[in-house]
Each structure stands twice: as structure tokens, then as C-alpha cells.
């Protein structure tokens, strides 16, 4: 099969995960380049590029689009599978973590949590405990160590290193041809993990010293 075929199913598939996102996903936009990415190395390794017969093409990809953000969902926790009984009662297939049915989620745009600061009243340990645990959700999937690397010094501790985000993948061995953007990427695939606790994670290293302040003020660090 020609790279100008794949080229072309690769562009069909992020066309679909873009109408997708806007009728079922609205509120994750951030998600949709690797979803198509998901998406397209699924049904590479399925076959699916190399049939003959492809009857109800577009709603097979359809389809496996549609689950590929439902994993991303999951693995970032907002998400979670409801019990045979609970399925049963709330006529939903997920839950997410504050409650609220999938189905109804997806009717309503999430509001807007605020960022962390000093007059919040999210209490510091627990903030930096749900920041921890949504950055290592999205860190565990990368399989790459070198942007392993780049992400983990990037998202704690960039501030302390006075480089710019190109030198810091550098230094780490990482080579990217936009790292700015993948760091923006991951704070957003992070922050979307966070949120339905009440913390926005915009600039995380500022906010996470901060959190390291507060929680060592009350000696709970």
C-alpha cells in the first residue's frame, strides 16, 4: 500500500475524529491528535487499510474513533465503567468521577475550574496528590523514556532550569520538532484530569511550588 494511500486514510480518520469530538466529545478537543493517532494504529493493525471489502467504511472508523475517546476518558480518569446493575438504572455505560452520567456530561460543557491560587480553597495536600496522580495517568502511556524525561523535568521543574522549552528537550536528549506544543498538550491531557476536582493546571510548576509552600507551612509535606 502507498504512503499516499495511508497519507489519505490518515486525513479521512482525523476528519472523522473531528466530527466525532463536536457531535459526541465537545468539551476535549485537546484530545482529538491522539485520538486520530489511536485510531489509526488500531485499524493499521487490524487490517483494516489493506481490505477489499469495506462496506460501512465510515461508520467502522466511526466507531473506533468514538471508543479511542472513550479510552483516552479512562485512562485519564474522568471516566469509568459503570457495574451491570448500575448500567441497569441509569441507562448509562460510564461514569465520571464527579457523578455524572456520560451521556449527560457530553449535554453539558464542563464549567471552567479555577486555577490554583493562594485564595482557593482547595486544600493544598489533596490538590497536589490529584495533580500527581493525573500527571503519572498520562506519563505511564508514553513509551519513549527520552520524552519521558523531557515531559517530567518540563512539568515540575522547568522554571528552576532558566531554559527555554526547545533547549530543555535538548538538554534531556529529546528531539521534537515542536516540544512547546506537546508540553502544552500534556498540561491540557493532565489539567482535563484534574478539573472535576476543582484545579485547572495552567502553568504547573508555578503552581506546584506553590502547593509545595502551602503544604510544608502546615508541615504536612
Known amino acids: 500500500m502507498s504512503e499516499e494511500k495511508y497519507l489519505e ?16 466529545f465537545p468539551s476535549f478537543k485537546e484530545l482529538e491528535d491522539d485520538v486520530s493517532q489511536e485510531a489509526f494504529i488500531k485499524l493499521f493493525k487490524n487490517g483494516f487499510f489493506v481490505r477489499d471489502d469495506h462496506k460501512g467504511k465510515s461508520s467502522y472508523i466511526s466507531r473506533a474513533v468514538s471508543n479511542c475517546f472513550i479510552d483516552q476518558l479512562k485512562s485519564l480518569g474522568i471516566i469509568c465503567n459503570l457495574t451491570k446493575a448500575e448500567k441497569t438504572q441509569s441507562n448509562n455505560k460510564y461514569l465520571n468521577i464527579v457523578n455524572i452520567g456520560l ?24 490538590a497536589y496528590k490529584w495533580i ?19 515531559f517530567e523535568s518540563a512539568f515540575w521543574w522547568y522554571n528552576d532550569q532558566g531554559v527555554s522549552t526547545k533547549e530543555l528537550a535538548l538538554l534531556v536528549g529529546y528531539k521534537s ?3 512547546t506544543q506537546e508540553l502544552k498538550r500534556l498540561i491540557q491531557k493532565v489539567s482535563l484530569c484534574t478539573q472535576p476536582h476543582g484545579i485547572e493546571v495552567v502553568n504547573p510548576n508555578e503552581q506546584v511550588q506553590f502547593l509545595q509552600e502551602q503544604i510544608q507551612s502546615d508541615g504536612s509535606l
Do not use: G, H, W
Request: with cysteine.
Open 9 to 24: 486514510d490518515y486525513l479521512l480518520i482525523k476528519k472523522t475524529t473531528e466530527y466525532v469530538r463536536q457531535k459526541s
Open 103 to 126: 451521556d449527560d456530561m457530553l449535554d453539558n460543557n464542563i464549567p471552567e475550574a479555577e486555577t490554583i491560587t493562594p485564595e482557593n480553597q482547595v486544600n493544598a495536600s489533596d
Open 132 to 150: 500527581k496522580n493525573c500527571f503519572e495517568s498520562v506519563f505511564n502511556d508514553i513509551s519513549d523514556p527520552k520524552r519521558q524525561a523531557f
Open 177 to 179: 520538532s515542536n516540544p
